[in-house]
């Protein structure tokens, strides 16, 4: 069954660091999403990406964040400098097309920035 | 207005017991609604899903029912086990939005004892 995957599983970096999330969506998607889910805490909408631009994006999603499709299979979330608080579990997701509202969701990178 | 709001936050049953996890939302153009259940160190995974013209959803023993003037929405799991001990997200979007993200309740963490 396809699966949306997420490298690394775990990022651990020192604040004021530059840190890029990747994500492989399902391959026959066309909606691309990061939430995040900070420890105990709901899950939080960042951004959600269609045909190589943003369509929506939170509050959270300031200038500090970024997101990009490199190529035909990844999609990724950079965030320049990092601060404390964005220590949190990152999860991607992808829709399928304009038909379908389920979205699928990756295991996650957990980032701890010390 | 965005919010979804979720309870209990932690609930514990015996086995084969039937658990109730209760939403309430305030925005109107909501117009489905997702649960997802979580386990600990993994990404949310879809379980059920809900339009507001339909009043109960069953799929195996998982079921939605739907209140839509009282805009509230619950998720009851019958025969519980063991292994559906998780925690378990109800969620919104507006599926006439381009981009379709999902606003999430705050979590339930579901106990379930042999």
């Known amino acids: 069954e396809p699966e949306v995957t997420q490298t690394p599983s775990h990022q651990v970096t020192q604040m004021g660091q530059e840190v890029i999330l990747r994500c492989v969506p399902i391959?026959?998607?066309?909606?691309f999403y990061w939430y995040r889910q900070i420890l105990g805490q709901k899950v939080e909408f960042l951004v959600s990406?269609?045909?190589?631009?943003?369509?929506?994006k939170s509050e959270i999603f300031d200038d500090q964040f970024s997101v990009e499709r490199p190529d035909g299979s990844n999609f990724t979330l950079k965030i320049r400098s990092t601060k404390l608080e964005d220590s949190a579990m990152y999860f991607c997701?992808?829709?399928?097309?304009?038909?379908?509202?389920?979205?699928?969701f990756g295991p996650g990178t957990r980032l701890t920035v010390l | 207005q965005q919010q979804v709001k979720q309870s209990p936050q932690s609930l514990i049953v015996q086995k084969g017991g039937i658990p109730i996890i209760n939403c309430a939302y305030e925005n109107t153009a909501f117009d489905y609604f997702p649960w997802y259940q979580q386990f600990p160190g993994k990404g949310p995974a879809l379980l059920i899903a809900?339009?507001?013209?339909?009043s109960e959803k069953k799929e195996g023993r998982f079921t939605i029912s739907f209140n839509k003037s009282a805009k509230q929405f619950s998720l009851h799991i019958m025969d519980s086990q063991p292994g559906d001990s998780a925690t378990y997200f109800c969620?919104?979007?507006?599926?006439?939005?381009?981009?379709?993200?999902?606003?999430f309740g705050s979590g339930t963490q579901l106990t379930v004892l042999p």
């Open positions: 969620a919104a979007l507006i599926s006439s939005g381009s981009a379709r993200q999902l606003t």
């Open positions: 809900i339009r507001p013209d339909v």
């Open positions: 997701a992808s829709r399928g097309g304009a038909a379908y509202n389920e979205q699928f």
């Open positions: 990406f269609y045909n190589n631009e943003i369509s929506e």
């Open positions: 391959s026959n998607h066309l909606y």
